[in-house]
């Protein structure tokens, strides 16, 4: 069974420690490539530098919606768990096209509205949104969207765009909203809280299995609260997948290999 996370931060400091261990438990599970997503200067070139040293490994480069917002929104422990210097937006978007053929993947970008000072910044946010979708195109790579409490927002601004090669992710939109996404031809990816959460298998049942890809999102959004979440959990997503589609494990996971392959030109 060949898997794949199509979306992880394996530059997190949470896997400074033990990343050899991580990616070693991945691949017992037969998983095959992690796509590690940056989210500001800093996680893109520590991305990178991970994928230059794990074949198993590629590398997405993103401008998260948070991060961008580090200039506008002083980012301090009450307010985020995220603590970004302020940095210039063109500048990275610039850095990122210069290695583009290093990268198979934008993302994570997207908007975020969960916070009240960053959901205040909305047009900044759609802008600066618009600026990686502009990027997404002219090197031709699939985009890896967050939409945080602002998926309407997010899918008009790519329909607005007409993008094809999307991937939703950590999709917590409504019914109406997936299955729009559906008539797109974009990509959902499911997280192993599936095993929880009824929202991602209402998702897995309303979406066609050539339009699922999985991901863990680690080592955030694990499936056991209060833990570190890791690439090796995909096998819960694949395992959640097959219930519902009723089906093996087995074609579950080579139709949502194929998916990516295809995707990502792998
Ligand atoms: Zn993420």
């Known amino acids: 069974m060949k898997l794949i996370d199509v979306h992880a931060h394996l530059e997190d400091t949470r896997f400074e420690e033990d990343l050899k261990k991580v990616i070693g438990r991945f691949e017992k599970t037969g998983g095959v490539c992690i796509i590690s997503s940056g989210t500001n200067p800093e996680t893109n070139r520590k991305a990178l530098e991970i994928a230059r040293k794990h074949n198993i490994v590629k590398v997405s480069f993103g401008l998260y919606p948070l991060d961008a917002l580090a200039k506008e929104v002083e980012q301090n422990e009450d307010n985020s768990l995220r603590k970004i210097k302020p940095f210039n937006i063109d500048e990275e978007l610039v850095w990122i096209e210069r290695h583009k053929d290093e990268c198979i993947a934008i993302g994570e970008v997207g908007l975020d509205y969960n916070w009240p000072e960053f959901a205040k910044h909305k047009e900044k946010q ?37 993008c094809k090669k999307v991937v939703m992710h ?24 599936i095993m929880r959460l009824e929202h991602f298998k209402m998702l897995v049942e309303i979406t066609p299995l050539k339009q699922l890809l999985t991901e863990t999102d680690a080592p955030y959004l694990s499936p056991v609260v209060g833990t570190r979440n890791e690439p090796s959990n995909i096998t819960i997503t694949i395992k959640e997948i097959a219930k519902i589609k009723n089906t093996g494990e087995e074609n579950i996971a080579e139709q949502i290999f194929k998916n990516a392959k295809d995707l990502f030109n792998l």
């Not at 949104?129 to 008009?156: G, N």
């Not at 299955?179 to 997280?191: A, L």
């Open 170 to 193: 950590c999709f917590n939109g409504k019914k109406s909203l997936i299955k729009r996404c559906v008539e797109n031809g974009w990509f959902f990816s499911v997280p192993p809280v």
């Open 126 to 162: 759609i802008k600066f949104f618009e600026k990686t979708i502009a990027l997404a195109k002219k090197i031709d790579k699939p985009l890896i969207i967050h939409s945080r409490k602002a998926e309407l927002d997010a899918i008009e601004v790519l329909e607005k765009h007409q």
